[in-house]
């Protein structure tokens, strides 16, 4: 198999992993109002941590096209376009944009900072910068109610699996060399 193709199954398998984690970590899903706490932001920031921006965002996209289609593997086994059209969904498109940003500063995944770093910037600022106005939008709360029931709830969760992530990420890092090898 020639390099392009052995890269491409990389790619393939990596993705479909890490869309399998974020939907396995999605059936870990608390109810507290328009928007659950659950796991999927874990295997969000592990993807972005450890894959390269392809395949985080493919894992991200694989993850949003099941949902769509309508199988359960949003937060709280739910499914179908109605999820990422209501409040939720701009948390989807949060992800889909942190995950590639995540992979994009998070270098070389040797300095525990930059690491930090990159995945609080992905995965709590970019989200939060995104599903918030969607929040606003589409249920007409004000903006100080969007941010109490959309944001405040999540931020202490949200902190400790970035540092989770981060040991996590670090850790796959060093003990898998295909990851290194094929996203240097």
């Known amino acids: 198999m020639n390099n392009k193709n052995n890269n491409n199954l990389f790619n393939f398998v990596y993705s479909a992993l890490f869309a399998a984690l974020i939907i396995v970590l999605g059936f870990i899903s608390i109810p507290i109002g328009p928007v659950p706490i659950s796991g999927i932001s874990l295997g969000v920031m592990l993807a972005g941590a450890v894959l390269s921006v392809r395949q985080a965002v493919y894992s991200i996209l694989i993850v949003i096209l099941l949902g769509a289609a309508g199988l359960p593997v949003f937060s709280g086994f739910t499914g179908g376009i109605g999820i990422l059209l209501g409040p939720r969904g701009g948390y989807y498109l949060g992800f889909l944009l942190g995950v590639g940003i995540i992979s994009l500063l998070r270098g070389n995944n040797n300095n525990t900072f930059r690491l930090f770093a990159a995945i609080f910037t992905g995965s709590i600022l970019i989200e939060y910068i995104i599903a918030i106005p969607w929040l606003l939008f589409i249920t007409q709360m004000h ?11 999540f931020l202490p969760g949200d902190i400790l699996k970035t540092i989770l992530a981060t040991i996590l990420a670090k850790a796959l890092y060093k003990n898998i060399p295909a990851l290194r090898r094929y996203n240097e």
């Open 143 to 153: 903006l100080k109610q969007a941010i109490w029931l959309g944001m405040l709830p």
